[in-house]
């Protein structure tokens, strides 16, 4: 009996992609239940032009509201990262386009009929920035050997270190043959455009697990995550905690608010004037730790038009002006920790905005879990634990190939004992740790 058949489209831009269609591969809602339709409708933008895309019309079925998305399915919780209005919102800004080295190569796979079965968000790239799964190192000794590891493509959201599906397969009776189709599209792209090599990073474990099963070297990191155990309230959490951690934990944030007023802005809350004063936060910073953000006006401005009440923007005000803040996402069990900024300095602000304000919002909202974003053992003491992050690499040269996977075993050994010793310093309560499975 003949399988399936099945045809994989590469777009170079996502508004080439209607919302609802998108967003139901990327929620995994169940072929049959609608939210699909034919790509035919949508006018298919130019690959050679060097300009940003413009926005395509959608028809009338994008109606479908997110809440739609987020409930249709359970095992795939709604992740606002991967969701379309995010890396739309990265394109109209022109954060991510052919012009800062992110060209689309966003891949679909149909079924006869038209309906798209599955997605992979993916980029072609002739450099290594605003990734966070540090490959530079590669590309010089490649280089160096005489090999061009640019271009490469990149399965990634740009920009944003977070945990997320990467092949965005819809269930149902055809939903191991797209998965197949999806990752061997991905692989024609490599060999079409002359590129080095496949990156997918930060995928969900079950992605990555996948990959390295067919082959793709695996390779891991670590960052800091809070879980939520049924807590009823912040100090129900600091319960949790060993008696010296609460007591410093109580300090902190009593001199963090000291001569400061935090408040937390979401939907209609979320101003034109707030978003300024969070830029100005975040070129700051991102000026001192990057040199270059990546992030500009506008996109602040697009994505809270898109995605307005999926945001937490927590803000600290002091003698009339705002003078710090962090932007977080809201998903549908996690609460996703991205970007922080001050202008003053104020002893353990930082800890405020970021970590204890996130882990009060998502007790509040009874959210498993926040992901507090890249680096930072000092999440440890706040009650973040440490977890694996994954990543899953096809290099095309066999001699390259081989040397990166005898770095990568040795990385992985690296990672585990470190994660190792990091978890026996976690500040939870004897009991609670044993208790605990991390």
């Known amino acids: 009996m003949n399988g399936p058949s099945f045809r994989v489209r590469v777009e170079p831009s996502i508004l080439a992609v209607a919302r609802e269609t998108w967003d139901a591969c990327a929620s995994g809602i169940p072929t049959g239940t609608g939210g699909v339709k034919r790509l035919s409708g949508f006018k298919k933008p130019d690959s050679s ?63 006869e009929t038209g309906a798209v079965l599955a997605a992979m968000p993916a980029y072609l790239k002739n450099h290594s920035r605003g990734e966070y799964v540090f490959d530079q190192g590669w590309a010089e000794a490649f280089e160096r050997a005489g090999g061009g590891y640019y271009p490469k493509l990149q399965s990634a959201v740009p920009f ?25 599209g ?5 060999k079409r455009d002359q590129a080095s090599s496949l990156h997918i990073t930060f995928p969900n474990e079950s992605d990555w697990r996948y990959l390295t099963g067919l082959g793709f ?16 309230s912040f100090e129900d959490f600091l319960g949790a905690l060993s008696s010296r951690k609460r007591k410093t934990i109580h300090r902190e944030r009593r001199d963090a608010q000291n001569g400061v007023e935090i ?3 979401t939907g209609s809350g979320i101003t034109e004037d707030a ?4 830029f100005a936060f975040y070129m700051d910073t991102g000026a001192r730790k990057w040199g270059s953000p990546y992030l500009n006006r506008s996109f602040f401005s697009i994505v809270s038009g898109k995605m307005r009440d999926k945001i937490l ?46 882990i009060e919002f998502a007790i509040e909202r009874g959210l498993k879990v926040v992901e507090a974003g890249a680096q930072g053992a000092h999440k440890l003491a706040r009650g973040y634990r440490p977890v694996p992050t994954y990543s899953a690499h096809y290099i095309a040269n066999a001699s390259f190939r081989r040397a990166v996977a005898d770095y990568l075993e040795r990385e992985r050994q690296y990672v585990e004992a470190e994660s190792d010793e990091l978890s026996a310093m976690m500040p939870f309560r004897r009991d609670q740790r044993e208790e605990a499975d991390f």
């Not at 944003?160 to 990752?183: H, M």
């Not at 991905?186 to 490599?190: F, H, K, N, Q, R």
């Not at 978003?275 to 969070?278: H, K, L, P, Q, V």
Request: glycine share 8%; aromatic share 12%.
């Open 160 to 184: 944003t270190p977070v945990t997320g599906p990467r092949l965005l397969v819809r269930p149902g009776p055809s939903a191991e043959a797209a998965r197949q189709a999806l990752v061997a």
């Open 49 to 111: 032009s060097a300009t940003a895309p413009k926005r395509v019309t959608r028809a009338k079925t994008a109606a479908k509201t997110a809440a739609d998305i987020e409930s249709a399915s359970q095992s795939s919780p709604y992740n606002p990262l991967i969701s379309h209005d995010f890396l739309a919102s990265l394109e109209e800004s022109g954060c991510a386009t052919i012009r800062t080295g992110w060209l689309g190569r966003h891949l679909l796979v149909e079924d």
């Open 275 to 278: 978003w300024d004063a969070f």
């Open 186 to 190: 991905a692989l024609e792209i490599v």
């Open 217 to 232: 070297l695996a390779r891991t990191d670590r960052q800091f995550h809070w879980f939520n155990e049924g807590y009823a």
């Open 263 to 265: 408040v937390r802005l």
């Open 313 to 358: 923007l927590v803000m600290a005000r002091a003698g009339g002006r705002y003078i710090a803040g962090a932007l977080n996402f809201i998903g549908g069990d996690t609460l996703f920790g991205r970007y922080w900024g001050a202008i003053e300095h104020r002893p353990f602000l930082h800890f405020e905005v970021c970590y204890y304000q996130a």
